[in-house]
C-alpha cells in the first residue's frame, strides 16, 4: 500500500511534480510577479528649487512673519514630532493641518507642486502602513490611498488655473508634475491592492494632463527649455512602455513553462499564448512608430500613440495577473494535496510498524 501512495505521490500522469520543481515553479512565478518600473528621472526639478528659491525671496514681510512664527513658536515641537507619523497615530491630524497651513501661506504657482509633494508623504504613509502588524493597515490603506489620489487631483486642477492664466511657470510646474507623478504611479502599481489600482487611473489622466500642458507651451513659444521638458517626458513614458513589453513578454513565458511542467490543465492554453504574445507585440510596434512620429514633430500624434499602447499593456496585464492568481492556487493545491499524502503514508508506516512489533513478540503471540 505505501509502494502504491508514493508511487502515486510522484506519477506524471496523475498531475503530480516533485516538491523541488513545485518550489522552483512557486519561486520563478513569484520573482517574475514581483516586477518594479524603474523610470527615466530628469532635471526638472533643478529648475523648480532655483524658481522656488526666488520665488520665495520675493515674497511679502507678512507671510515670512508667518513661517517664523511657526518656526520658533511652541507649535513647531508638535509639528516636527508629527513629520513621520501616519494614519491612527495620535499626532496624524497635526501632520495634515500643518499641510494645509503651507498650502495657505504659498502663491498659486506653488501649489501644484505642494499636492504632489503631499501625495509623496500619502505614498510613504501606505507603504509604512503595509509594514506594520496592528490591523491599521486595513483600516487606513483604502483611506490613504485615496487621500493620495485626491492630493494628485489637486496638483492637476492647480496646473489647469495656472495653465488658463498664461502664468509664466506653467512649463515648470507641468514638467516637476509629470515626473513625480509618474514615480508615484510606479509605486502604486507595486502596492497591489484594488484602491491603488483605481488610483492609477487619476494618475495617469493627470500625467497626460501635465504633459499635455508641455506641449502646449512649446508650441505656442517655443525654446529650449520646452524642448528639453518635451523630450524628458516622452522619454519616460517610451522607456517605461518598453521596459513593460519586455517583463510582459517574460511574464507570458515564465507562466507557459510553469504550466507545461506541473501539467496544468484549463487555464491557458496555447492558442491562448500566442494571442497574447501577439498582442504585446503589436503594442510593441505602435510605440516604435511612437518614436518616429515623435523625431518627425508630431508630438500629439507620438504621445497618443504611447498612450494608446499603455491602455493595451494594462488591459493584457489585468488578463497575465488573473493568470498568475490561478495558477499559484493550483501550485498551492497541488502541494496541499502531496503534503496530506505524505501524512497518510506516515500513519501507514506507524501502523504496519506496530503490527510487525506485535506479531513477533512472544507474550502478544501467546
Known amino acids: ?33 514581483g516586477h518594479h518600473d524603474d523610470r527615466v528621472i530628469g532635471d526638472a526639478q ?49 501632520k495634515l493641518i500643518t499641510e494645509q497651513a503651507q498650502l495657505i501661506i504659498s502663491p498659486q504657482d506653488q501649489r501644484a507642486v505642494l499636492h504632489t509633494q503631499f501625495a509623496q508623504r500619502r505614498m510613504v504613509e501606505i507603504q509604512s502602513l503595509q509594514q506594520i502588524d496592528d490591523g491599521r493597515s486595513e483600516r487606513y490603506l483604502a483611506e490613504t490611498v485615496h487621500a493620495l489620489e485626491t492630493e494628485v487631483v489637486k496638483a492637476g486642477d492647480a496646473l489647469t488655473q495656472l495653465k488658463n492664466n498664461q502664468d509664466a511657470n506653467t512649463l515648470t510646474v507641468a514638467s516637476v508634475l509629470d515626473e513625480k507623478i509618474s514615480t508615484l504611479q510606479a509605486e502604486l502599481n507595486a502596492i ?47 522607456t517605461d512602455l518598453r521596459e513593460r513589453q519586455t517583463f510582459d513578454t517574460g511574464r507570458v513565458q515564465t507562466i507557459s513553462a510553469i504550466i507545461n511542467e506541473n501539467a496544468i490543465e484549463g487555464i491557458l492554453s496555447g492558442d491562448d499564448i500566442l494571442r497574447l504574445q501577439f498582442e504585446i507585440d503589436q503594442a510593441t510596434d505602435d510605440v516604435a512608430e511612437a518614436m518616429n512620429s515623435f523625431a518627425a514633430g508630431a508630438y500629439r500624434g507620438a504621445f497618443d500613440m504611447l498612450r494608446d499602447a499603455d491602455t493595451t499593456l494594462l488591459g493584457i496585464e489585468a488578463r497575465l495577473a488573473s493568470i498568475e492568481e490561478q495558477v499559484m492556487t493550483v501550485l498551492n493545491l497541488q502541494e496541499d494535496v502531496e503534503e496530506k499524502v505524505e501524512e497518510v503514508v506516515e500513519e501507514v508506516e506507524i501502523v504496519e510498524e506496530n503490527q510487525e512489533n506485535e506479531s513477533s513478540d512472544p507474550q502478544i503471540t501467546q
Do not use: C
Not at 510522484?10 to 522552483?24: F, S
Not at 516636527?80 to 494614519?87: E, F, L, M, R, T
Open 1 to 33: 500500500m505505501i509502494a502504491q501512495l508514493k508511487s502515486l505521490k510522484n506519477h506524471p500522469d496523475a498531475g503530480w511534480v516533485d516538491g523541488v520543481g513545485q518550489n522552483q515553479a512557486k519561486t520563478q512565478l513569484l520573482t517574475a510577479i
Open 46 to 94: 533643478v529648475a523648480y528649487i532655483k524658481w522656488n528659491a526666488f520665488s520665495f525671496a520675493t515674497r511679502p514681510i507678512g507671510v515670512g512673519l508667518v513661517i517664523f512664527a511657526l518656526l520658533f513658536g511652541g507649535w513647531f515641537t508638535t509639528v516636527k514630532a508629527a513629520v513621520g507619523s501616519i494614519p491612527g497615530d495620535t499626532l496624524y491630524n497635526v
Open 192 to 238: 497591489g491592492d484594488q484602491s491603488a489600482k483605481d488610483a492609477t487611473e487619476t494618475t495617469t489622466a493627470v500625467s497626460n494632463s501635465a504633459v499635455d500642458a508641455i506641449m502646449d507651451v512649446h508650441e505656442q513659444t517655443e525654446t529650449q527649455e520646452s524642448g528639453v521638458a518635451l523630450n524628458r517626458s516622452f522619454k519616460n513614458e517610451y
